[in-house]
């Protein structure tokens, strides 16, 4: 057989041509253009082909600032450029130098917001989908996968008593964990309303920050448990039963108490699942927005389980209780209990133009008043994942 | 502080607004569109707003084929059609109705090729990103997250001393593996030319078609392992030590024998790493394309190590060894003692348009010749996704 289809149109050549023109090739045929193009100087170059457009721009965090209005004033937010067509439809624009992040953008045509289709490196933010690229160097060498030893990120699902349902969340287990008779720390790591169990891990780098930071040495191996804060849903949009649908940025129940009460099932799930010290002085809980909320209450409501608690531009709002609840009672008198029993590390980092920094800020005021240590991060920036991958990495080498 | 917040601007409302109009929503601003809408009666409409554009037109794989051109001579593809605008500039397509399956679709805007914007489900198929949508019902069913107990899926890496480097794989372990104390049988799974360790688990859906298969008793529990078939590559594109890059259809030194001269390396991780009943009965190997021809050799190469062969649309063709390899000869020997060694199941499946058909049709009939018994499917359609999903979905239940 072998002897006869080598000398027939079968041969690798019309294999590998043939299915790089098939039907799929022909449906969504890709462009031979480079985009984005970082160049030696870390200055980089977008290209889109698009002939027939009038105006092509292009949006992203590297960008220049500029002042929009919103309904509570102005607000700075990178200004979108103008690409330049060339002879042949090709748009382009190259930007300044840039410094060592991971960077997200979008193209706008004619008005509609499009994705680059040559670059297949996509994150979900919400509803929104934009492309990604890193430029190495200082702390976003930690954001890139280095040729060092690997965690394992795994997506499992455990049973929650209190919301009665299984859950999906994400489990980073250190480097050597299973082949290893240690018992690790553990790092519960909530994320903001929008998010869920993929953003951590996704938008949030975890994986690389905590390989490269243990690799350092900088940080202790330890387990990162990634859970879904929004107590409607059993997993990420289009991961879990509720199948595919658009992503909304509250989803139905969320902060009203209920995720806060039953977190001790995750501690639990975690603890009998996991080779784990399973003490005081080996758990922290962090989170962003939303997940800072979740960790500040979580942490003060279950007053004496956490030695190290996080909060990266906390959410920190008044909030009503659900029905039979009463998480959100008693603030300052479960807040006192929690630094009374005393802890390791209370921690909370904020960026100066963060909406949520003047609500911190007095927060701040609140636990001086009442003699409660913390650490304090101010940083450039708002209510970013450039901030809280920074966070991140200077929370965990806090830790244990 | 939190009576004084209360009455502040920075109650909940506004949290919620200024986060969605925050920068990041300023920027990318998501349009308030319904698309793709399914209907009662599983007709599909997909929606797209561009108010200057002159042409918007939409490609999927569930729309009425048309014959292409290629260097072969014509070729099946499915037809763009053409949307309608109104007078808002919102341009729309009803489709048919559309049989259950798991679809990819995208849009051509004036000749450009750009994704759903509100439509955040996107696959990766080699450089080509695509929207998806799955109309339930029938086999569709089983590529469906329902409410049945789920196995968990890890991104862990292995040493493999044969390729010299530290490299990722996908692992499916089925519902209750963790709790358990029982030994599973292991399906190693590989993927296709331009495919890598994520292409089973996104776009072939594994997991949901493992945890509906186990869940109605259809298949037996057992370990999924889905390693990446590029010997240059540590890691899928984006995922390893190179970083993001674009890409491509086949990696360098691919198909030259050094994986499947290599493969026990990834046995013996399995083995040595999960509870598995470490025999050829509780083995098999399958894989699609490319990883049809990898596990053709891989079997016969590691002649009494798998009871179970499936090749799926596999690339029957001649290849040259790397050199120091042999592995690409004495095909009809080792053949001929694998089959005298004795295996439970050798298992065929390929599409009537494949461009593969005959190369297998030749294979089958050296089979015959030999009087080596297989099992042998024959589908509609041709090297698609779509028909590697129902493969798996129909050898899973033959296995163990």
Redesign the interface.
């Known amino acids: 057989?072998?002897s006869?289809?080598?000398h027939g149109?079968?041969?690798?050549g019309?294999?590998?041509?043939?299915?790089?023109?098939?039907?799929?090739?022909?449906?969504?045929?890709?462009?031979e253009i480079?985009s984005p193009e970082i160049h030696a100087d870390n200055s980089v170059t977008f290209r889109?082909?698009?002939?027939?457009?009038?105006s092509v721009k292009l949006?992203?965090?590297f960008l220049p600032t500029i002042k929009?209005q919103?309904?509570?004033g102005p607000?700075?937010?990178?200004g979108p450029v103008h690409l330049s067509k060339d002879d042949k439809g090709l748009w382009s624009f190259t930007s300044q130098v840039l410094s060592p992040e991971l960077y997200s953008y979008?193209f706008e045509?004619?008005?509609?917001?499009?994705?680059d289709?040559?670059?297949?490196?996509?994150i979900?933010?919400v509803?929104?989908?934009?492309n990604?690229?890193?430029i190495g160097g200082g702390h976003a060498d930690l954001y890139?996968?280095?040729?060092i030893?690997?965690g394992?990120?795994?997506?499992?699902?455990y049973d929650s008593p209190g919301l009665k349902m299984?859950r999906?969340l994400t489990v980073y287990t250190p480097?050597g964990y299973?082949?290893s008779t240690d018992e690790y720390p553990v790092l519960y790591l909530l994320h903001g309303?929008?998010g869920d169990e993929e953003a951590w891990s996704d938008l949030g780098r975890t994986a690389q920050i905590m390989d490269n930071l243990i690799a350092s040495g900088k940080a202790k191996p330890m387990i990162v448990v990634m859970p879904n804060g929004n107590i409607s849903q059993?997993?990420a949009?289009?991961?879990?039963?509720d199948?595919?649908y658009?992503?909304q940025?509250?989803a139905p129940g969320t902060?009203q108490g209920s995720y806060e009460t039953n977190f001790m099932d995750i501690v639990k799930f975690t603890e009998s699942?996991y080779r784990v010290k399973a003490d005081k002085a080996h758990r922290a809980i962090a989170g962003l927005s939303m997940g800072g909320f979740h960790s500040m209450h979580i942490s003060r409501y279950h007053a004496n389980v956490f030695d190290y608690v996080g909060l990266f531009s906390a959410?920190?709002?008044?909030?009503e209780n659900a029905a039979g609840l009463d998480v959100y009672s008693d603030?300052d008198g479960t807040l006192q209990t929690q630094m009374d029993n005393g802890l390791e590390l209370y921690y909370i980092a904020i960026g100066k133009t963060d909406?949520?920094f003047?609500?911190n800020k007095?927060?701040r005021?609140?636990l001086d008043d009442m003699g409660m240590e913390y650490e304090y991060l101010e940083t450039d920036g708002?209510?970013?994942w450039r901030n809280w991958r920074v966070y991140l990495s200077e929370f965990a080498p806090k830790l244990f």
């Open positions: 057989m072998f006869k289809i080598k149109i079968w041969a690798l019309a294999f590998f041509m043939l299915n790089t023109t098939s039907a799929q090739e022909a449906l969504f045929g890709a462009q480079k889109f082909m698009a002939p027939k457009a009038d949006t992203g965090d929009i919103t309904q509570f607000m700075d937010a990178p979008s045509v004619d008005g509609v917001k499009v994705t289709p040559n670059n297949p490196f996509l979900r933010d509803a929104s989908v934009t990604i690229f890193i890139k996968v280095n040729d030893p690997h394992t990120v795994a997506k499992r699902w299984d999906r480097p299973e082949s309303a929008g059993d997993a949009p289009g991961k879990g039963s199948g595919f658009k992503p940025f509250m902060m699942n959410a920190i709002m008044p909030r603030i909406f949520l003047n609500a007095e927060f005021k609140k708002g209510h970013i």
